[in-house]
């Protein structure tokens, strides 16, 4: 059975801007999310991740208000990633117009809550995303920003995702 490849370009926000970065350092202005988002309108793409690198540190989320205006510009499948950090907070993300919660710290974190997104809003609404770090053969996943460790094993990480519930 072939399955068709799909389309998911990944945004990094920071400071409510779009940027470029290499490793998630030294970012370059990429242009305003409004903009940008419009014209991906013109693109055949499947879905867009925005991970917003310095909500990620700082533990807050771009505001909600904000992500709904983004959510209305756009006319493709949004998913969100940074700072989120409570069942409350993947709710509003939903309610701004978002399909997808992206989740990476909160799975070392605080389980519990992904768990209780995935039971509350479904495994197809939460995503996993996981920090690989290090060479062949010693590769670990980072949690904050690839800024600690949190696991020695991907696959490990990947399957304790899925059990808490992700869908991707």
Not at 84 to 101: H, P, S, W
Not at 134 to 139: L, S, W
């Amino acid at each position: 059975m072939f399955v068709e490849p799909r389309f998911i370009p990944t945004l990094l926000l920071k400071g409510g801007q779009f940027v470029k970065t290499r490793r998630f350092a030294d970012p370059i202005y990429v242009g305003d999310p409004v903009n940008v988002l419009s014209i991906f309108n013109e693109f055949v793409v499947d879905e867009i991740i925005i991970l917003d690198i310095s909500a990620a540190v700082s533990r807050s989320p771009e505001s909600f208000e904000r992500l709904r205006i983004y959510a209305e510009e756009c006319f493709i499948p949004l998913a969100y990633g940074g700072g989120l950090t409570t069942v409350e907070q993947i709710g509003d993300l939903f309610y701004a117009g978002f399909e997808k919660a992206v989740l990476n710290t909160l799975l070392a974190e605080d389980p519990a809550t992904v768990e209780a997104a995935a039971n509350r809003y479904g495994s197809q609404a939460i995503v996993a995303s996981i920090d690989v770090r290090g060479g062949e053969g010693q590769r670990q996943v980072g949690g904050r920003g690839n800024r600690e460790l949190v696991s020695d094993s991907p696959a490990g990480w990947a399957r304790r995702a899925v059990e808490l519930g992700a869908g991707e």
